[in-house]
């Protein structure tokens, strides 16, 4: 298979430095499936072009079935499913553009975070559902869609065309992004892998769709395609995509025909309007002071730090992969010190006391608390409100009467909650803690609201009463 890649972003050939590939040299890259090959068709100032190209040998392949794969004997010789091309190049891509892909640009890294002028072409690519399928895909991400159907055979025409289409995209697009897509969704439009998916699976999806995914209006369709006939994968991924931000995966049957679905109506991600509320509440409580306690990737942080309001942010997490995709999504390494000044990252649990966690106007517990044990949440209280004393604390929870209205949810909505209340649950608690601990609460709902089951997430905004005691 052939993937280029071009711009005409002058001056071009900064398109190497992005790859981390030198136009001048033909670099070779083995895989277990083959051979990917790099080199630069054209390169000059006005334009510069990249090619990908993976040639795939057979018997390495079939030799390189992993312990865990089911033995077909001759059949993994003869059957062309295993050699689904698109996702052997998705594959090689990921491999062979690893750094490009996590946003490192090196002496480059300015234009490696803004969007430039690119251009992909695959002459020869699978595409179940022929060239709509394609246009529905990349479209909403910003790219002007060129799918063609290739014909079975030009010399009989009659014969209509194949399951293939010859693919150019062309948009102003952020080059990790472009890579990180194209990762994703060329075994989508396919629909076949070359490899028997495994429980990291949703964690490959994730990564690559971290900065995209959440918010595409076909993210339940790519994760059926994706994740094939796996159901508790699917509803894994599509539990942890509504923890990043949707309306939560309302999970839709697998498609089995190749009839385009009729477009839904895009609605604000129910993740998007928690961050808007959140962020609401502490600008009308006047905080200038702000910590996220439990910050996860760092995208309530990286809205609060692009705020001159806030002149002080910190956010704490107990993982510290967490940290490093918030310190990467705020771009730490890349602020002047009069900006790193204002925002700190730390390592740290909920459950414990730390000195870190006092003097700020405000803290956040955005989707926290149903992680925590039951038997812990009296710790927790007692941390937060006890101890750290913030003028506002802000919580927000799922809110459990409401999963029955998405489709397929049985049980809770992630698989790491250890509890989802009722509202009168959550009210039941958040007065307890409020009157333990010297504050006033309200609660809101926020999110499409039910005229029975209420809205999908619950707030409570605890304010601090004056002279009730002493910090």
């Known amino acids: 298979m052939l993937l280029t890649v071009a711009t005409t972003h002058q001056p071009a050939t900064d398109l190497g430095y992005l790859l981390h590939k030198h136009p001048d040299r033909v670099q070779h890259f083995e895989q277990s499936f083959g051979t990917a090959t790099v080199f630069y068709p054209e390169a000059s100032n006005e334009r510069c ?75 020869v690519l699978p595409c179940r559902g022929g060239p709509p399928i394609a246009h529905r895909l990349f479209e909403p991400l910003g790219w002007t869609v060129d799918a063609l159907p290739v014909p079975l055979d030009e010399g009989f025409p009659e014969w209509g065309g194949s399951r293939y289409v010859r693919l150019r995209l062309a948009g102003q697009v952020r080059l990790a992004d472009a890579l990180n897509q194209l990762h994703v969704l060329l075994p989508v439009l396919d629909e076949s892998k070359h490899y028997w998916q495994g429980p990291d699976e949703v964690d490959k999806l994730m990564r690559s769709g971290d900065a995209w995914l959440p918010t595409h209006p076909e993210r339940e369709f790519i994760t059926h395609r994706y994740l094939g006939r796996a159901g508790t994968l699917r509803r894994e991924a599509l539990a942890r995509l509504a923890e990043l931000g949707d309306d939560l995966a309302d999970e839709v049957a697998p498609v089995e025909d190749e009839e385009v679905q009729q477009p839904v109506e895009k609605r604000l991600p129910l993740n998007a ?98 992680h925590i044990d039951p038997s812990r949440l009296e710790a927790l209280e007692r941390v937060v409100w006890g101890a750290a004393r913030p003028r506002v604390v802000v919580v927000t929870t799922p809110n459990s009467e409401y999963n029955v209205m998405y489709e397929g949810l049985t049980g809770m909505r992630h698989p790491d909650h250890r509890f989802e209340w009722t509202r009168s649950e959550f009210a039941e608690w958040s007065e307890h803690v409020a009157a333990a601990y010297g504050y006033t609460v309200q609660r809101r709902g926020v999110g499409e609201v039910d005229e029975t089951l209420g809205a999908p997430t619950q707030m409570a905004i605890f304010t601090w009463q004056e002279g009730r005691d002493e910090r």
């Open 273 to 370: 309007q928690r961050h808007a509320a959140v962020y609401q509440v502490l600008l009308g409580a006047g905080a200038q002071s702000v910590i996220d306690l439990g910050c996860g990737s760092g995208q309530l942080l990286d809205r609060l730090v692009k705020t001159a309001a806030f002149s002080r942010v910190a956010g704490s997490d107990v993982s510290a992969r967490s940290l490093q995709h918030a310190a990467a999504r705020l771009r730490l390494e890349q602020m002047s010190e009069r900006q790193a000044d204002r925002v700190q990252l730390f390592h740290s649990a909920l459950t414990y006391e730390d000195d870190r966690f006092a003097g700020f106007d405000a803290a956040v517990l955005m989707e926290v608390v149903e």
């Open 49 to 123: 072009t990249v090619a990908l190209m993976l040639d795939v040998d057979p018997v390495r392949l079939a030799r390189s079935r992993g312990k865990g794969s089911p033995d077909f004997s001759l059949a993994q010789y003869v059957n062309d499913r295993p050699y689904a091309a698109s996702s052997l190049l998705a594959v090689a891509l990921a491999k062979v553009f690893s750094t490009a892909r996590s946003g490192r640009g090196g002496s480059r890294q300015e234009l490696a975070d803004r969007p430039i002028p690119l251009e992909v072409n695959i002459p």
